[in-house]
């Protein structure tokens, strides 16, 4: 049996419209730009490359990404310690930057323009500095359990703290009330 494509209609791709092929398809190809200065630096080795491009690919609408070695592993078919050794290469070169270490979640922050997709030069942005419409944001400690995180609430300690102190309050909410039927 030959493997050709039959294409029934095929729609213009622009703005925030998508392709349909073969009529009934709902799925849509997956695509992510990768800036030149990451794509053509010889400095770096090819596996650095396609890790980059896998962290721009799962960067929404900031400079930030929350994916997993294993998962970019399992993507890219390689193996743990390559994709390891591919980050360490682009945090020494300088086009990424990692907060969190050892079995917290790590945050990648994109030193080149990958969010907007705007062209950059071959220097990354500063940290906090504006290039285009995106914004470069340091990580902030929490002040509760002193781990990095990529945003604060305003109260000075992270999503996760603000959940833990409000399952305290129930907990010691509901041991109140339990005590006050017993009694």
Not at 38 to 55: H, N, Q
Not at 126 to 142: F, M, N
Request: proline residues 3%; hydrophobic residues 40%; glycine residues 8%.
């Amino acid at each position: 049996m030959s493997a050709e494509l039959a294409v029934v209609d095929v729609l213009y791709v622009g703005g925030k419209s998508a392709q349909q092929v073969g009529g009934k398809s709902a799925q849509f190809e997956h695509w992510n730009k990768s800036p030149d200065s990451v794509l053509f630096d010889g400095r770096i080795s090819f596996a650095a490359r396609c890790v980059y491009a896998t962290l721009a690919g799962s960067c929404h609408g900031a400079a930030t990404a929350t994916i997993g070695q294993r998962r970019i592993a399992e993507l890219l078919k390689a193996h743990k310690e390559t994709i390891l050794l591919a980050l360490r290469e682009l945090e020494k070169v300088g086009h990424i930057e990692s907060t969190g270490s050892g079995k917290t979640r790590r945050v990648y922050w994109m030193r080149a323009g990958v969010a907007s997709g705007s062209k950059t030069s071959s220097a990354p942005p500063k940290v906090g500095s504006t290039a285009g419409q995106r914004l470069i944001k340091p990580s902030a400690i929490c002040s509760r359990c002193h781990k990095p995180r990529p945003a604060l609430l305003r109260i000075g300690i992270c999503r996760s703290c603000n959940l833990d102190l409000k399952l305290d309050r129930k907990v010691i909410a509901a041991v109140d009330k339990r005590l006050r039927a017993t009694a």
